[in-house]
């Protein structure tokens, strides 16, 4: 299948008709639906199929007579957040597949093998933990945390595994599967308006991470409770949004309240609790931690006002990740000195940079919107995307 065919047979999956925004957490039926797709395509290719014991996908070519290890792997993910757009994530799949077509209709040998990967759980958000696969796979973070993670209806990540055939027992660094990678390379929508061309190379990806805030009150009567006799946690909620948007100006980081739980959420009573995620990235880790310090301390002070309590996690952090140089420049050089820019998007390859070589590819984003509906590329661009995924791979694979 044409890299339009492939395309047009995945874009309805988990796509809402009202907003066009896609639903597809890890492991609901619309992302299992987008790995089943995964599966086709690699069978119509002859493409062995792996399913690593964290759940991340993999579809191998094995050019006849060579080894198994020195991979050049490509790839992405296929979830997506809560209304997502529709490239962030399976464009680069997509492009991985079409761009093996192209190599072997133009007879191309690779002298080592190639990987398709489709990682699980990249945007977190079902388990609330970004790039869970990759940082499974690398050992990025601890098993045992893992398999307690709940989703929002309460089932733990352990539970989910088990009833899709995967033991979470197993789940974990793969040092085997990691020694036959050679490199990783990304394909992915930009996710701003920093590219002005079609495509572009990555030289970086920013600090970012998510903190949980947990604010503790007393619910109660709204009709009856005076306001003084209330520990009501939305105004110290409330402080925190200001505070991080303050923060950041100050700062020069960027913060997001993006999600919150109240309860019991009811019109007529005062709130118990509320729970509230806040995304920080920024240009170096001192000012991502300056804020989020300077956030944590003005909810403090507007918790003691109100008699609420406040605890605060850390659900995850990235630190700068500098891609592979050599690489970097190895392949903005092959396709012909193409833009190079830093991001302040989490990937996979972002993780995998700790283990492996790693390197990611851009295609142009006209509209510089990113997680939601309006996420776009250009047919042009993404066919100009496959053409330069298809030059990095004869590159680094030989043939």
């Known amino acids: 299948m044409s890299f339009e065919e492939m395309w047009a047979a995945l874009r309805p999956v988990g796509r809402d008709a009202e907003t066009g925004g896609y639903h597809r957490f890890a492991w609901t039926p619309a992302e299992v639906e987008c790995r089943s797709w995964f599966a086709d395509e690699a069978r119509r290719r002859d493409l062995e199929i792996e399913t690593d014991p964290n759940g991340n996908l993999f579809a191998w070519w094995f050019p006849p007579g060579n080894g198994r290890g020195d991979a050049v792997v490509t790839g992405s993910h296929l979830d997506s957040v809560p209304g997502g757009g529709a490239f ?14 192209l190599l072997r209709e133009r007879g191309v040998r690779p002298s080592r093998p190639i990987g398709v990967a489709a990682f699980a759980e990249e945007e977190g958000a079902r388990f609330g933990v970004a790039c869970l696969g990759s940082r499974l796979l690398t050992g990025a973070i601890a098993p045992y945390r893992a398999r307690g993670l709940r989703d929002r209806d309460g089932r733990t990540l352990a539970d989910v595994l088990t009833g899709h055939g995967l033991d979470p027992e197993r789940i974990g660094p793969d040092e085997g599967l990691l020694s036959r990678i050679g490199c990783y390379v990304e ?14 190379v990555a030289s970086a990806i920013v600090p970012h991470g998510r903190w949980r805030f947990d604010l503790a009150g007393e619910g109660n009567h709204a009709g009856t409770t005076r306001l003084k006799d209330r520990r009501d946690p939305m105004l110290p909620f409330a402080r925190l949004v200001l505070a991080a948007r303050e923060a950041a100006e100050r700062n020069g980081t960027l913060t997001t309240v993006g999600r919150v739980e109240v309860a019991p959420n009811g019109v007529n009573a005062v709130p118990s609790a509320v729970t509230a995620w806040l995304d920080g990235r920024g240009p170096a880790d001192d000012a991502v931690r300056r804020t989020v310090a300077e956030v944590h301390e003005a909810a403090l002070r507007a918790a003691r006002e109100h008699g609420v309590g406040v605890e605060l996690a850390e659900e995850s952090y990235t630190e700068v990740v500098d891609f592979d140089v050599p690489l970097r420049d190895r392949l903005a050089a092959v396709l012909g000195g193409v833009p190079v820019l830093p991001t302040g998007a989490g ?25 939601a509906p309006a996420e776009h590329a250009d047919a042009e661009d993404c066919l100009a995307g496959v053409e330069a995924l298809t030059t990095v791979l004869k590159e680094l694979a030989g043939g």
């Open 88 to 101: 962030d994530g399976p464009l680069g799949i997509v492009s991985a597949f079409a761009a093996i077509d």
């Open 187 to 200: 394909l992915h929508v930009e996710q701003g308006r920093a590219l002005d061309a079609p495509v572009g």
């Open 347 to 371: 990937h996979d390859a972002g993780i995998l940079a700790s283990r492996v070589p790693t390197a990611m590819l851009f295609v142009r984003n006209p509209t510089g919107v990113s997680h």
